[in-house]
């Protein structure tokens, strides 16, 4: 979320958002282990998720 990576800002943290197939506010105990996996393979750096 966005506060999170406001507050890491400067320090050398790399934070990025699952890609496809999760939804924002979703339960990750209920996705299926093929969508979560390509899910966390994919992600895009946080910086990245904000520009569309």
Known sequence: NFYIFKQLEGM????????RGISVGDELEYAD??????????????????KS
Request: charged residues 25%; proline residues 4%; neutral net charge.
């Open 12 to 19: 050398e943290i790399k934070t990025s958002t699952i890609a």
């Open 33 to 50: 282990e093929v969508t979560l996996g390509r899910s966390i393979t994919n992600r895009i750096p946080f910086e990245n998720s904000m």
